[in-house]
């Protein structure tokens, strides 16, 4: 009777401790994804900058491309805060928008 119920209670100790270790790997694996996904955004951005700054003369027919693609995109998004009725623009908006016509 005694060694069935230690035996038992050993079961039950490596379940709880198995449910245990794979709840915190798979907390520490979603953890990660997350850390890898905001590295990715961030180089995707930068490359996106450097891409933008970058004179045509210097880039390759894909190059230039992705370069339109990534202005139209800016453009896209910067429109409707340019368009606002009622609101002036600030002195950085004006100068924003200055910028990305004459690129």
Known sequence: MFDSQVQIT?????AITLLFGLSIGWLLSCRRQAKIERQREKKKFSEEIELRATPDSY???FDLIRKRYYEAKFKKITE???NRKGISMTEEEIN????????
């Open 10 to 14: 050993r079961q039950m100790i490596s």
């Open 59 to 61: 880039l390759s027919e």
């Open 96 to 103: 924003l928008r200055k910028g990305s016509k004459n690129a």
């Open 80 to 82: 409707p805060m340019i």
